[in-house]
Every structure is written in C-alpha cells, then in structure tokens.
C-alpha cells in the first residue's frame, strides 16, 4: 500500500471511528454514575433517523443534529425512567431501548418516505460537510468531548461526586447528595453524546438514513468501554483501533490473497467482529466495571 492509501485508510479509520467514540464515551458517563447502558445502539439508530429526518425537512444538518439529539436524550430518559426511578433491570431496559428502536425508525420512516424505511439523499446543506483537514465539524466535536469527559470526571467535584455515585452511592445519599439526580444527568449526557454520534452517521458519514445502519456499533462501544476500563483517554485509543479495523474490513473488499483467492465479502464484514471477541478475550485482561454498576440505589431510611 503506497503513501496515499495509508493515508485514505488513516482518514477513513478516524470517521469510522467517531460514531463509536461518542457512544464510548456516553457509556462512559452512564456506567460511571452506576446505570449500565445496554441501549446505547438503540440510541444511536434513533438519533441517526431523526437527524436525517429533520435535516431533510429543514434544509439544514444543524437542525438535524439539534433532533437527533433530543430524540436520543428522549430514550435515554425512558432507560433512566425505567432503571433509576422504576429500580428496573437495567440490562432489560436497555435491550428494550434497542428493539423500539429498530422497530420505529423503520415503522415511522416507512409510513413517511415509503422506501422501505429509508429518508430521501440528503444533499448541499442538509449534510454536514467538510469543516477542515477533509473532515466536518462533528469530527473536532467529538474528539473534544474525550479531553472534556477526561477533566469532567477527573478534575471537578462534580465529576468526583458522579464517580462516587457509581462506586459507593450510600456514603453520596449520607452526604446529602441526590443519587438518583446525579444518575438522571450523567444518562441524559449519554443521551446528548449518542445523539451526536447518531447525527454523525445520518447526516455526514452517510447521506441520509437507512435501517438499522448503526450495525452494531453501540455493541463494539461497549467492548470499547470495557477495553479501556472506564476511562477516557484509553477509550479514545479502543475507539480508533475499532475505526480501523472497521475501514481494513472494507478497503480488503475484493482483494484477492496468494494461495486462496478473493476472499468472501461475508468474511471480510466479519473482521471488525471478530477483532472485537479476540482482543477482549487476550488483551483486556481483568476489567473492573464501577462497583455500584447494574445496582438500583434504594435509599436508606
């Protein structure tokens, strides 16, 4: 592979790439406060629809990142309605968000567009297009929000007190400090970074919507998550090595190896998932996810 293609593969790994930092790092803020967030998939899908959707409508990507996110901090309110005030399953809600996901986006679209699911192609300002170095806004965004979480959760008493609600909420409730208020915000800012990654891949990794076009990539943030062990920077690093596995998988396309011939496309859309399993599998070594995880907090009385 000559310069120029090193350099095609490096600038498409890094677009393939935000979608799962976004979602990372939204899981990130979710797991920190102690509500495990299954549905960040869920999130994403909806949030890409409803970007395409609105940016089609208005005319404007910035309207449509504007309802992607409203339409992702919607569900994650219902998975925090359900698994913080409710003490629900957290593992079951978030199942739940994905399924009404892919169920409406493509019920809706197909009763507004009637093909089949799928927005009309966006065009001119309905997409967001190249902001610098051949890559849009939304880009810069989301590489900012890893030194953002990182100095959040590492450097201000808030972050400290949201990092404690997932580690030991009791001795946060004995402070006087509301555990589930604190739970509430850290799942409506996952719910504002899925919206943006959502809005991403809707309106400026693809030009419009198509079912179930996040194929997974709120699954492989979460082995990104658990890869980096809750924590930003790492996640930044597990997020690009995914984006890069991901654009291998798809410049390999069509490329023949000695002795076998043209590799089946099935098996090359498979690498990116099977990475996954194998560096989870060898190189994470013992992950320990917050303590208070998965736990619904009942206050004492």
Same mark, same amino acid.
């Given at each position: ?101 892919? !169920? ?46 990182? $100095? ?63 194929? !997974? ?12 062990? $809750? ?71």
């Amino acid at each position: 592979m000559d310069a120029a293609g090193l350099l095609a593969l490096a600038e498409s790994s890094l677009r393939l790439s935000i979608p799962l930092l976004c979602a990372c790092l939204a899981g990130l803020w979710s797991e920190r406060s102690g509500v495990i967030d299954i549905g960040l998939e869920g999130k994403l899908l909806i949030a890409a629809f409803a970007a395409a959707s609105a940016s089609y409508a208005t005319g404007s990507a910035y309207w449509g990142l504007l309802a992607g996110i409203g339409a992702s901090v919607l569900f994650a309110l219902v998975h925090g309605f359900a698994s913080i005030s409710q003490r629900g399953n957290q593992i079951v809600s978030g199942v739940a968000i994905n399924m009404l996901a892919a !169920g409406l986006t493509a019920v809706i679209g197909n009763a507004w567009y009637g093909q089949g699911g799928r927005t009309p192609p966006l065009e001119g300002d309905q997409r967001f297009t190249e902001f610098f170095l051949g890559h849009s806004i939304l880009v810069y965004v989301a590489l900012a929000l890893v030194p953002l979480t990182w $100095w959040v959760l590492a450097k201000t008493r808030f972050g400290l007190r949201l990092r404690a609600v997932g580690e030991k909420p009791a001795a946060v409730d004995t402070a006087g400090i509301s555990v589930v208020g604190l739970r509430y915000v850290a799942v409506i800012i996952a719910g504002v970074f899925c919206g943006i990654g959502g809005a991403f891949i809707g309106t400026a990794l693809s030009a419009g919507f198509l079912p179930g076009m996040t194929a !997974g990539k709120g699954f492989i943030a979460l082995a990104a998550l658990i890869f980096a062990k $809750w924590r930003a920077w790492p996640a930044l690093g597990a997020c690009l090595l995914f984006g890069f596995l991901e654009a291998l998988s798809i410049r390999l396309q069509g490329v023949e190896v000695p002795g076998l011939g043209e590799v089946p496309v099935q098996a090359i859309q498979a690498l990116p998932y099977a990475m996954t399993v194998i560096l989870l599998a060898g190189f994470v070594g013992r992950a320990i996810p917050p303590r208070a995880a998965g736990q619904p907090y009942v206050k004492e009385r």
